[in-house]
């Protein structure tokens, strides 16, 4: 199958701005009518199930797993929604359709379809699994053309399993073949959807089909370099977007043919560095699955948290799904292992805070360890009996972090690490820190609508931004908006086109001045008090006596647009940092700033023309966590929609429920909190929760649904202050009104 050329001829002739414009039709925003796609019907299934199973079936499952066990578990732990394995790599079911690898093990038997009659006797929601990235033999002979082909012109082996095939995901064997397994899964057992495994191709591939159809697109080869400022990388960044689209929308069309309520889920997505465009997934997703299924290496527990989050930026208000896995998840891939019960506690709880519904997925129907059966049944049990208060109508959080798959695709290159990931992290850590509930938010839906909840909007070195969306960040803080914006933030186009000033600068109060220097040796950052007040600036609090503060790794030269009176940080320029006897300031004092403050009407800026978050996230400096709270709650303006005071690291999030509030304290207090597994839980103390309760409500009930207990409480001029005696792993303060 050949896409349909989105550039005719004359594109293609056109100057770049007219070529920019049409690559615009592809990227974020101009999709009209994709709303009327899975997502908007009303009377969609999506919105049900609080729970999901998942058992993916290894090929020799059949006739040798406990069919009946797995039942009578899904049925203790009250899911209410299974994901079963059925086809594409292997069926496991009697498919008909050629080339289509049923299990060795089959035998005649038809455990998916045992296991689809089986859920559905308990009432759950079904959806099947496949996996089209790995064929056999057989297909490789019969249709050479279906096999991904590498840089250098050669079929690619599996990576992993290497008498298979991995396979084109551009081309016919999914455009064709597997919508003919999708087809037959549907047909046979009427399943609620298809949910597909890396369906999305695994890299570049350089096949025929590939070839052929990005030069229809844009008469062009294929790309051989990931520069994006390369115009065949740039095309190809979108042709693929929109070739996967294209392949999404046949799937979720035949699905809905044979049955009108289901739906193809893709196994797709997540923040900045998501594969495909999350704005136009989130319109067309009625449902959207976040697989991140657990920590691994140098990852803090609020990494799930975060996934659910930057899912919900494009989602809205529709149901976000999480993945969590039982096992151990590093680059060896112990499928069959099975995590530590804290480990597996805390992942799946810090999701549920953040609002998923979780999902778990065991791998192998045949179980060698069977530790973490009690522990997914403990946290679906409790999540079961307390689901009333876990619906979440809408998140109360005030403040925003926006992640930019623009900046990623087309300002981060080779790296992507260090100019987007880490910022990121960076400035999470530090509302984690500062117990700041927050939503993120996507850098492609800046619009007064989807900021309507928002008080404070924080850009952590967002680079890349085009105009509108500049216009959109002006509107808001000009309605009364806080920002806090860093380093190379709008210093570049939404192409990843260095301009030659700040996109923001007007907001920021600066102009570039033509340099970005780094990395710095020892350099720092001087404590000034405001020369008219006589006062230190309340984003320096609790910093009065430092005098001065190291500084961060990267500054962009910026200059103020207006002679400042007065700045609160200054740069110390470096200076040697051995032999010991050469360690002094050549320069103590000078008046370049360290950080540019604006309060324009209502809305308030904060400008660090520096990499805090990144640097922030690489040292973790106290400084830096409290240089960044203080500049939130000044440029916020307003009390925080919770307080919590307390000891401890703790995730927290504030919910509103269709008839009282929630508020979840995730407690990561724990030696093991940047690098897991977690061992055991180390309970804080006291915790002392102070909300605004709505206009005109009170609370009718106060309880704690980990703790049980309903804890002292004291309601004053429209606040309610809850005294949390302890938290061990997690605790939900809820409030009937
Ligand atoms: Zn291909």
Redesign the pocket.
Known sequence: MRTTPLFTRRHLLASVPAMRAACMVDWGREHPGEDQGAGAAPDRWFDRPMRWAQLTLVENDPGRFNLQEWLDYFSRVHADAACLSAGGCVAYYPTTIPLHHRSAWLDGLDPFGGLVAGCRKLGMIVVARTDPHAVHQDVCDAHPDWI??DASGERRRHWASPEMWVT????PYNFEFMTEVTREIVSLYRVDGVFSNRWSGSGM???E??RDNFRAYCNMDLPRTTDPQDPARRHYILWRDQRLFELWDLWDSEIRKINPAASFIPNTGGGALSELDMVRAGRKAGTMVADRQARRGLMAPWANGMNVKEYRAALGSKPVVGIFSVGVEEPYRWKDSVQSEAEIRIWAVDGIANGFRPWFTKFSGVLYDRRWLKVVEEVYDWHYKWERYLRNEAPLARTGLVYSQQTARFCGRDRVAGRVEDPGLGFYQALIEARIPFEMVHDRLLDTEHLSGFKTLILPNVAALDDTQCGQLRRFVDGGGGLVATFETSLYDEWGVRRPDFGLGDLFGARFAGKVEGPMQNSYLRIEKDSSSGQYHPILKGLEDAGRIINGVYRVDAAPLQRLPSVPLTLIPSYPDLPMEKVYPRVTRTDVPGVFLQERDKGRVVYFPWDIDRTFWEVLCVDHGRLLRNAVDWVSNEERPVTVAGPGVLDVTIWRQRSSITVHLVNLTNPMMMKGPFREFIPVGEQRVRLRLPAGRKASKVQLLAGGQQPACHENGGYLEVVVPSVLVHEVVAIDL
């Open positions: 991904a082909v084109c995901a551009l081309g591939c350089y096949c089909h590939c």
